[in-house]
């Protein structure tokens, strides 16, 4: 079955400090992921997806197949990254996405 | 551009009743998901329509049942509820199957009392 994991419920740093927000995955076929982003009083919006290997908001996430993993990475962390992160699925050529429970970074200045 | 709107954004109905929500979709969209999000978890699918058609489902019984309007918004339909359906329902739309940019909405808070 296909499932995604975010092991850590909260996550707590200080400003300039790195960051990793780690997802694992499972999923027999070739798997699409994303990060989606949820700030305070706003909607669920879309962060960064692997096929695009872009770096937004200076985070980055590498698909790991061996690993079965696709942790997302900022070097320093900034007090506006505060929010819930959910590491996503869809299952191949579809739009259908399978979310983990998200993670809550707070970023303390 | 108008980005995806639901509604009612709050409503509570007592168990056993019925309830409908609303969505209309992001300008050029012809896909609608639907996800249910209970508190602490990440959003459940629970179906998707495409150009009026029903294109997958989720892991829900049929008293969860949906609609796409020709102008591609739509409804979510819940009969029957229990408790347990108390959450937050988001809808979702894109352009095509599969992808485009999925676009979520604010979501409808339901309480089952």
């Known amino acids: 079955a296909q499932r995604v994991t975010q092991p850590e419920k909260l996550l707590s740093v200080f400003k300039g400090a790195p960051v990793e927000l780690k997802c694992n995955y499972s999923?027999?076929?070739?798997?699409?992921l994303f990060w989606y982003v949820q700030y305070s009083r706003q909607r669920l919006q879309l962060l960064l997806r692997h096929i695009s290997r872009e770096s937004i908001k200076g985070f980055t996430a590498d698909l790991n197949k061996g690993e079965t993993s696709f942790h997302l990475k900022k070097p320093f962390a900034q007090e506006e990254d505060s929010a819930m992160y959910y590491c996503a699925l869809s299952l191949l050529n579809t739009d259908k996405l399978i979310f983990g429970t998200g993670t809550r970074l707070q970023v303390f200045p | 551009e108008t980005g995806v709107t639901q509604s009612p954004t709050h409503l509570i109905k007592t168990r056993g009743q019925q309830v409908t929500l609303r969505c209309s979709s992001q300008s050029g969209h012809n896909t609608v998901s639907w996800y249910q999000q209970a508190l602490g978890q990440g959003p459940q699918f629970i179906f998707q329509?495409?150009?009026?058609?029903?294109?997958g489902r989720g892991n829900f019984p049929p008293r969860f049942s949906g609609l796409q309007f020709p102008n591609y918004s739509s409804e979510l339909n819940v009969n029957a509820l229990e408790l347990d359906d108390s959450a937050l329902y988001l809808c979702a739309s894109s352009f095509g199957q599969a992808g485009n940019t999925i676009y979520f909405g604010e979501g409808s808070w339901l309480t089952v009392v």
């Open positions: 329509y495409y150009r009026e058609e029903e294109n």
């Open positions: 999923y027999s076929g070739s798997p699409e």
